[in-house]
């Protein structure tokens, strides 16, 4: 049998949450007279339930991540008259160059 695909669903077993081991499916695979294209589409089956499970989970953390979609504040809408101060480091901010300077 093809490894990579025992390993690709290993990976979404691991990822689901499933409590099946590599050793334990390949078993069953024999078991069970699974050939090829059976085994490919019992992995593309699992590989879309665990990229639905990540895209449900990122989904889920950017809703309760309060970040603003409808209305977004970004450097092009801010308004830098309201700032006292240094207003060139402030700009200087959407540069992210401090980061890369690691200061």
């Known amino acids: 049998?093809?490894?990579t695909v025992y390993e690709s669903l290993q990976k979404s077993f691991d990822i689901l949450k499933l409590d099946m081991s590599f050793d334990e499916f390949a078993a069953?695979?024999?078991e069970l007279p699974l050939n090829a294209a059976q085994l490919d589409a019992l992995d593309k089956?699992?590989?879309y339930l665990k990229d639905k499970k990540i895209r449900t989970a990122i989904e889920t953390i950017l809703k309760t991540s309060r970040i603003p979609y409808k209305?977004?504040?970004t450097f092009e809408k801010f308004?830098?008259?309201v700032?006292?101060?240094d207003v060139d480091r402030v700009k200087s901010l959407a540069t992210?160059?401090?980061i890369y300077e690691h200061k």
């Open 79 to 81: 308004d830098f008259s």
């Open 96 to 98: 992210l160059s401090p």
């Open 71 to 73: 209305n977004p504040k």
């Open 83 to 85: 700032i006292s101060g």
């Open 28 to 30: 069953l695979a024999s």
């Open 45 to 47: 089956v699992f590989l």
């Open 1 to 3: 049998m093809d490894t």
